[in-house]
Nanobody, 121 residues
Framework: QLTLVQSGEASAQAGGSLRLSCRAS?????MAWFRQTPGTEREGVAA???????NYADAVKGRFDIIKDNGKSTLYLDMDALTPEDTGVYYC??????????????????WGQGTQVTVSS
């Protein structure tokens, strides 16, 4: 079993930066961040295998960085150059298997509780 606990609600103005965190109860090979807005499916934002093998959605490439600190069992998402389109509920996900940095929600078994991110214009 694996428990994921995310940081609290966060907000920023357009052009600003935020950092989300997700603490895991134990090590997981594959971890990822997803986001969801009302009426839409959960979309993959960034994924990591191990700590260095990363994958990003086109919408966030060059702006977001996924960081996996295995020593602290914590996953971070550093978000820069935020836009109102980045608003949504962000979820951390994990799996013990090698998901090859997948950005599909059905690849991950364990999920955090979600963090509301609001970016104002």
């Amino acid at each position: 079993q694996l428990t994921l606990v995310q940081s609290g609600e966060a907000s920023a103005q357009a052009g600003g930066s935020l950092r989300l965190s997700c603490r895991a109860s134990r090590y997981a090979t594959s971890m990822a961040w997803f986001r969801q807005t009302p009426g839409t499916e959960r979309e993959g934002v960034a994924a990591v295998k191990g700590s260095l093998d990363k994958n990003y959605a086109d919408a966030v490439k060059g702006r977001f960085d996924i960081i996996k600190d295995n020593g602290k069992s914590t996953l971070y998402l550093d978000m820069d150059a935020l836009t109102p389109e980045d608003t949504g509920v962000y979820y951390c996900a994990a799996d013990f298997g090698d998901k090859n940095r997948a950005l599909s929600a059905d690849q991950y078994k364990y999920w955090g509780q979600g963090t509301q991110v609001t970016v104002s214009s």
